[in-house]
């Protein structure tokens, strides 16, 4: 069985490194927001180009903490995209806020920004773009509107640690972008994770807060904070793996280059990559009008493959208000959408069996 994502094979390769790490922690008798937090959230600020990194529980909650800093809530508007995880859209409807949803482009999946600027209107607060599978939003012209309207820009950066657009790294293209190191992301630590990178001090110092109970000074708490911390366990192994980023991203870019030269069945839709962008890839997405079909004939050739996702977020049963709306771009992407194995670990045989087998396909 070729695996969609071998996750001990990935962390396998640093166990010596991580093992040791370990111990340090164990030995230290610290284990929240100590040294190895320091180190990681200093290392990562350096990676992403930005002046603060603050380390958190998840990525749904570095999301989640930025709007709550920012002090948006009930009767703000945040234009999201209409094709995303569902993490993005919960972060603002957990803060109370109204997500505007926004079609994607169909040949990259990730939002179309020729059409944000009519969803704008005097309740919209900010702009929360998704880097979706790896690949940079088109930024310049989010930022045109955002300044053109007085807003605020986040980036989710869940799925694109390390990718760049015009030569900066994503979570440095906007006022505030949450990052999430769950195990199976480009950067993922060994359970949850998950941080807030900026250039904006203040915003810095009042997310440092909210994450530990909304207190700077142990007993003084001067927000209604949560508790949403990176245990120091975690941040020690992401600061291990955090060296071999580059690395493995440009093993992902290989792979993806291989499925793009190789896969010439005229069934499947290729992802496209936008120009002055570096595409990291943690998601391979084809398109097929034939996607059960595939997908169930890769399971008896023994490819794992999966949906990024099966079900768009204005049809989900938690959010019942919009399943009567329409997005016939992001619902023909969630018909049509499958991932196939993706991953630093996977071997040239693996991609030599998974292109012929993919060009067999009838
Ligand atoms: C994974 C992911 C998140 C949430 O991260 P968690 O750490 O799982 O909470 C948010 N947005 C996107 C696009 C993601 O892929």
Same mark, same amino acid.
């Given at each position: 069985m070729i695996k969609f994502l071998d996750l001990h094979k990935i962390n396998e390769r640093f166990r010596s490194e991580?093992?040791?790490?370990?111990?340090e922690v164990l030995d230290s008798g610290w284990y929240l927001l100590g040294e190895q937090n320091k180190v990681f959230e200093s290392n990562f600020a350096k990676y992403c180009g930005t002046k603060h990194c603050i380390g958190c529980a998840n990525g749904l909650e570095a999301l989640t903490l930025i709007i709550r800093a920012y002090g948006f809530g009930t009767g703000d508007e945040i234009i999201v995209p209409a094709n995303t995880y569902i993490a993005s859209i919960l972060s603002i409807t957990e803060n109370g806020c109204t997500p505007v949803l926004v079609e994607p482009d169909i040949n990259t999946y990730n939002i179309n920004p020729d059409l944000i600027e009519e969803k704008i209107n005097e309740k919209t607060k900010a702009i929360m773009v998704v880097h979706l599978y790896g690949q940079a939003v088109q930024m310049e012209k989010i930022w045109n509107l955002a300044k053109k309207y007085n807003l605020k820009v986040i980036e989710d950066s869940a799925q694109a640690h390390g990718a760049m657009y015009q030569g900066k790294r994503t979570g440095n293209l906007s006022d505030a972008s949450g990052f999430s190191f769950y195990?199976?992301?480009?950067?993922?630590?060994?359970?949850?994770?998950?941080?807030? &990178? &900026?250039?904006d001090d203040e915003l810095a110092e009042k997310i440092r807060a909210i994450r530990n109970y909304g207190s700077h000074i142990k007993y003084h708490n001067i927000y209604k904070g949560i508790n949403s911390r990176l245990d120091e366990i975690q941040a020690a192994v992401l600061d291990v793996k955090l060296k071999y980023l580059d690395n493995d991203n440009n093993r992902r870019r290989e792979i993806a280059e291989y499925y793009? %030269?190789?896969?010439?069945?005229?069934?499947?839709?290729?992802?496209?990559?936008?120009?002055?962008?570096?595409?990291?890839?943690?998601?391979?997405?084809?398109? &097929?009008?034939?996607?059960?079909?595939?997908? %169930?004939?890769?399971?008896?050739?023994?490819? %794992?493959?999966?949906?990024?996702?099966?079900?768009?977020?204005?049809? %989900?049963?938690?959010?019942?208000?919009?399943?009567?709306?329409?997005?016939?771009?992001?619902?023909?992407?969630?018909n049509e959408i499958l991932s196939l194995p993706m991953s630093p670990v996977l071997t040239d045989e693996e991609l030599d069996t998974i292109c012929s087998v993919i060009n067999n396909f009838r």
């Open positions: 991580i093992d040791s790490k370990l111990k195990p199976g992301k480009n950067l993922g630590c060994l359970g949850d994770g998950g941080c807030v &990178t &900026t250039n793009k %030269q190789n896969i010439n069945n005229p069934e499947i839709i290729l992802p496209e990559t936008y120009e002055d962008n570096a595409h990291v890839w943690h998601i391979f997405a084809i398109r &097929t009008k034939n996607r059960e079909k595939l997908q %169930q004939y890769l399971k008896d050739n023994e490819i %794992q493959t999966m949906i990024h996702y099966p079900i768009p977020p204005h049809r %989900q049963e938690c959010y019942k208000e919009w399943n009567n709306l329409s997005f016939p771009v992001t619902e023909q992407i969630h």
